[in-house]
């Protein structure tokens, strides 16, 4: 079965600086999709950013963008030039090809703390 | 276009009745998918439905259920309430629930057993 593990329970960061959110998994599967969700305090999710496992290059949406490591089933979200409204919960999703359909296994979540 | 929309927001309910929460997909969307999530578990997949059709379940007992109706709408119904169902329910939809597909998520019906 595939999991998805988050090693970090809580992060901090300062208005205005850079940091990066880690997300390991594991799967025998060559073909997937990773994503990375947020969760606000009204509990919402919100899509991050995702990445197909074929492509090569790293995804990028604005300030946020993936550090994806195939071989290595790494999956970091940096978080460039953070603001107050970026502090949530940060999770991590892993979805299969083809019967698994619209499954995402989550990783535990990474509380990400902006201070002013 | 609005979003995923669930009701009610909030339930509060005793061990041993059932509930029924609802979810109203984006238009277009023909897939729904549940999730529970908890402090102790995290995010759990609870079932998928496609054209009104079971297409995947995730590892919960037969008191959790779903349906989906010719809109596209869905109800999710727990029997038998135990105080560990007390979670957030959350529903996502997409266009078809094909991998590549982006799920998007309504905002989630707290659910209290007391």
């Known amino acids: 079965a595939q999991t998805v593990t988050q090693s970090q329970p809580e992060m901090s960061v300062q208005e205005a600086e850079t940091v990066t959110l880690s997300c390991t998994y594991d799967?025998?599967?060559?073909?997937?999709?990773l994503f990375w969700y947020k969760q606000p305090p009204s509990r919402q999710m919100i899509l991050v950013i995702r990445?197909?496992?074929?492509?090569?290059q790293n995804a990028t949406e604005n300030r946020f963008s993936v550090n994806f490591q195939k071989a290595a089933k790494s999956f970091s979200l940096k978080i460039s030039d953070s603001q107050l409204g970026d502090a949530a919960m940060y999770f991590c999703a892993y979805r299969g090809p083809g019967t698994s359909g619209s499954r995402l296994t989550f990783g535990e979540g990474t509380q990400l703390t902006v201070n002013p | 276009k609005a979003g995923v929309t669930q009701t009610p927001r909030y339930l509060i309910k005793t061990r041993g009745q059932q509930v029924t929460l609802s979810c109203s997909p984006i238009?277009?969307?023909?897939?729904v998918s549940w999730y529970q999530q908890t402090p102790g578990q995290g995010l759990q997949f609870l079932f998928e439905y496609f054209s009104e059709t079971q297409r995947n379940k995730g590892n919960f007992p037969g008191r959790f259920s779903g349906r989906q109706f010719s809109n596209s709408r869905s109800e999710m119904n727990v029997s038998t309430l135990e105080l560990g169902d007390s979670a957030l329910y959350l529903c996502?939809?997409?266009?078809?629930?094909?991998?590549?597909?982006?799920?998007?998520f309504g905002p989630g019906t707290r659910l209290t057993v007391l």
């Open positions: 996502a939809s997409s266009i078809s629930g094909r991998t590549t597909d982006t799920q998007y």
């Open positions: 238009s277009g969307h023909r897939s």
């Open positions: 799967t025998s599967e060559s073909d997937y999709y």
């Open positions: 990445q197909e496992a074929y492509k090569q």
